[in-house]
DNA sequence: ATTTGACTTTTTTAGTTATAAAGTCAAAAA
DNA sequence: TTTTTGACTTTATAACTAAAAAAGTCAAAT
């Protein structure tokens, strides 16, 4: 249906792929592998793919794409720019939790990264920043928040949350999360959210 | 002077070191370097440290201790408790730009880190959150901020501003920071402290 | 007490090979 | 005609090895 090609074949490969990058990260999930998942040969994902770096981009795209449109829709609807704040942290929280392998710095190195994935996360944290604008931009209009420089404040906002995120992974050798440090980063969130808000509300 | 044997020699080292290490990283410095600084042969740095993971770990600890140092003294005075804050994070900055190749994740991988280096990093975090804790108890004590948890509050001011520095590194390659983004992130926390007072103030 | 040259040991690096995974394609199956 | 695959080639990774560099030692000199 994409593209000439069709079927759910297609989607249960991306299926199977997220879980395993999920899990396993990159270079830890082979061809072969995710192939196996749905019985097909690997020679078939060349089918619907035309490598591994693409389907990988597409899981994470689509991670993202899946994030990013929940709150597009919120937009425009009668909720208070306050709740879509707190409302899109929820979100995003849970995202980190389920995805942190195939966010930039799990277990291949900072330095290590391909520039088209790092090209790929930055694109996806500036839409985040843009988003988060919008959302200030209605607070504003709204009288809620006071005038603030939007642009600068939005970056702020996903700096902050970002930063509390890494000091999370950065302390531990593996990648796995436990729900203790889970539960903290939460409480964090929900402090650093407070005073965010009490920050920039009129 | 300090165990036996004596000198400024020793201070010399350290003093060489410390600015080897800052520039180019643990790795990237080696003893004979270090020694041919101060006109000195390998053999005599032996004098003076049994290897060079206690060199490393005397400049780092020297340069935890001196930042410290400056703080607690002011502990005991009479500047109000937002101030010294405030005090401490300019410090911190400071520090940071000139000491980031020896923090934790600059040119050397995260998990590549050797556990006593960890450790001491952990250490000095500890540090660091109890003196802001006591700065929050003073500030408590003196009906300037809220009656708040004092224990969870510092660890999320540290974790605050270490996100932030996070943030800047993680972006870039090179571990060299630019003008441009060293003044970025000094206003990010600028307006990170503000909301964090607003948030603790009565 | 301090320094050093000449030494040994350990760690890195560069280069090699073997293995595994990525990626291709003509033929088969649906 | 679309989809799948086995058998293949190419490319990347891992496991070894040899050479070079750096760490670390020590008896003798200052």
Redesign the interface.
């Not at 190195?109 to 290590?112: E, L, P, Q």
């Given at each position: 249906m994409d593209n000439g090609k069709s079927d759910d074949v297609f989607l249960s490969i991306l299926d199977s792929a997220e879980k395993r990058f999920c899990r396993y990260g990159l270079k830890k999930t082979t061809m072969a592998e995710i192939a196996g998942d749905i019985g097909l040969s690997k020679a078939s994902l060349y089918y619907y793919f035309p490598n591994k770096e693409e389907l990988f981009k597409e899981v994470v795209s689509q991670g993202h794409k899946t994030l990013l449109k929940e709150f597009e829709g919120l937009l425009s609807s009668g909720v208070p720019a306050e709740d879509l704040l707190h409302g899109y942290l929820e979100k995003r929280l849970i995202y980190f939790r389920e995805f942190v392998h195939l966010s930039?710095?799990s277990?291949e190195?900072?330095?290590?990264l391909k520039p088209v994935y790092a090209r790929l996360f930055?694109n996806f944290r500036k839409k985040e920043i843009r988003l988060v604008g919008e959302i200030l931009a209605k607070g504003i209009a709204a009288q809620d928040f006071q005038n603030l420089d939007v642009a600068?404040?939005s970056d702020?906002f996903i700096?902050?949350f970002?930063?509390?995120?890494?000091?999370v992974i950065?302390?531990k050798?593996t990648v796995n999360i436990t729900e203790t440090e889970y539960s903290l980063l939460r409480?964090?969130y929900e402090?650093?959210f407070?005073?965010?808000m009490?920050?920039i509300k009129k």
């Open positions: 930039a710095l277990l190195s900072i330095n290590s930055e600068y404040f702020l700096a902050i970002q930063g509390l995120r890494h000091n950065v302390k050798d409480k964090q402090s650093a407070n005073m965010f009490k920050g």
